[in-house]
Each structure stands twice: as C-alpha cells, then as structure tokens.
C-alpha cells in the first residue's frame, strides 16, 4: 500500500480550486492490478503503429481541470453564434479569457505529454490528434500534432482572417484594460479552454483587429462551429495509417472526437481507451482501461516493444 497523497487542494497548484486528479500521480506507482491492466493493452498494441486521441484528461495533472472529469463542475462553453451575436457576451468573454490565457501559458507538461513525446521518437506513432487547446503536446516535444480545436496562443480576425499571436493581443488588451488583471487577481477555476470563471467583466474592452478592425476570436474550435476540413483530413489519415488507436483522457463527449473511434472500429483496427469514468466511446474499445492517463502512458512507452520498421531511436520522416 503507498501512503495516500494529501488531499488535493492541499496540493501545490495552478492558483486555483478543484482539481483532484493530480492525487493518482502524487501517490506514485501502479498496483499489480493496473499493471496487468496495462499488459493487455501492450499485447493488443504491440508493433502496431498508433494514432492517439487525447483530451482535457490529460492536462489535469498540468493543474488544467477537466470540465467533464468525474470531480468537474458542469459548465456550458460559450457558442459560436453567442460569441458573434452578443457585444456584452463578447467582452464577457475576452474578458475571462485573458485571465484564463495568462494561467495556461504557466502551465507545463506532464509525464503523459513526455510519454507521448517519447513513443513519437520510438516511432510507435503515426501521429498524435488532440482535442486540447493548451499545446502541452508540442511543449513536450511531439511533432506530428494535430491540433483538432486549435489552440490557444493564436487569434484570428473573422473579417480579414489575418492570424496573430495571443501574446500580442494580449499587450493591446493590457493597453485597453490597464490594471484589470491586477485587480481580478488569481481567478478561480480556469476551463481548458483558457476559460476563467471570473465575474468583474462588465467594463472589459474587447481589442478589434490591429489590420481591419474585424472582429476577434480565439483560434479554436467553439460549440456550434466545424473542424476545418484540412485538419479533419489529416487526423483520419493517422488513423487510417495505424494499426491501432489509442485514446487517453477523453469522455469522447463531442463527436469531433468520437468519429475517429468509430472509424477505427469500423475498420476493425483495435481501440485502447484509457480514462477514468465512462466514455461515448467504450461500445466501440476493444479495450477500456480505468486508469490515471499519465501513469498509464508512461507505462506504455516503455514497455511497448519496437514496430517492425522501427526499432527505437529514430523517428519516421
Ligand atoms: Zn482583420
């Protein structure tokens, strides 16, 4: 038996409320059972090149809570016809995603994003399709990423469709709302998508587009909008090129995520699910694994021996 961790608002973390599912990780370790979990998910995807799918569980021992995790508050993300129909629920927003973007962009990898990162450059992957928007995959090293709802150090203009770093609206934000993130402080939880549940937004100015004056907007994909196509493309070319897909951290509630499990299925190419609690997509897995993600992984990319084509070292070019 290890010690169990402190209780996880004890823990040190992100300057917010909530999070629980660092506790797996604090504890250290698997049991015998987990690991004979884990054996059969190395028997089912040993040398197969794999496609992963990744979502908010992935992060939450990045201290980015999962607003559909067992331990979550329910919460309902702004849609896309809100945010361009609402002046007042635009600022609103830009507002609680300004606080919310300061605190993803202090956030760091974990051992399921190295894992990850590390089973590219065994060449174990075709690729890797994420559903979060906090780039922790490219922060650990992966490559070959697709960043399935965008992410959230870009801007676009929906007028002139120019694209601009997030930190450079940050500054004209800071210029138009001097003192604001002083005066809202530390915010409460803060959503994966670098939504921060604050509620002094009333007096926010919203920054036009620094070349047409358009409208903003983060550059991910909001409730109510498509994947572009392109990227849609590219992650079912992962899939179709694996033998093999493997999803972790995801409730696989939006379709956007759950096609691609059903596309492997249909293809009758084995599908390993590692999440803790129920997923949409559990009728499809060939296998479901009820275990913390980042133990999970880095399990995964050890003991998975080489593809035929790879033995270790080398990535595919
Ligand atoms: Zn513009």
Redesign the pocket.
């Known amino acids: 038996m290890t010690t169990p961790p402190p209780h996880a608002s004890s823990l040190p973390g992100f300057g917010m409320t909530g999070f629980a599912s660092t506790d797996a990780a604090a504890a250290g370790g698997l049991t015998p059972e987990e690991i004979a979990d884990l054996r059969s998910a190395v028997k089912l995807l040993a040398r197969k090149r794999l496609a992963v799918l990744t979502g908010a569980g992935l992060s939450t021992d990045s201290g980015i809570p999962d607003y559909r995790g067992p331990n979550s508050v329910p919460r309902s993300p702004m849609t896309f016809q809100q945010f361009v129909g609402d002046e007042a629920l635009r600022s609103r927003y830009w507002a609680r995603n300004h606080i919310g973007w300061h605190h993803l962009r202090r956030a760091d990898p974990n051992d399921g994003h190295r894992a990850l990162a590390l089973m590219e450059q065994r060449g174990l992957l075709t690729g890797l399709i994420t559903q979060n928007v906090d780039r922790l995959h490219s922060a650990a090293g992966s490559t070959t990423v697709v960043d399935l709802h965008g992410t959230y150090d870009r801007v676009v203009?929906l007028?002139?469709r120019?694209s601009f770093s997030r930190r450079d609206i940050a500054r004209l934000l800071e210029r138009l709302n001097p003192g604001y993130l002083e005066r809202t402080g530390d915010a409460g939880d803060v959503a994966p998508d670098a939504d921060a549940d604050v509620d002094d937004t009333s007096d926010f100015t919203v920054a036009p587009?620094p070349?047409?004056?358009?409208m903003l907007k983060p550059d991910f994909v909001y409730f109510g909008e498509n994947v572009p196509k392109d990227r849609v493309e590219r992650a079912y070319a992962m899939v179709d090129d694996a033998g093999a897909l493997l999803v972790a951290g995801s409730s696989l509630t939006v379709m956007s995520g759950l096609r691609f499990v059903r596309h492997a299925a249909k293809h009758g190419k084995p599908v390993v699910i590692v999440n803790r609690g129920a997923t949409r997509g559990d009728e499809f897995a060939s296998l479901k694994l009820e275990l913390g993600v980042s133990e999970s992984l880095a399990h995964l990319a050890h003991a998975l021996p080489p593809t035929e084509n790879h033995d270790g070292g080398s990535s595919p070019s």
């Open positions: 203009c007028q002139c120019s587009c070349v047409c004056g358009g």
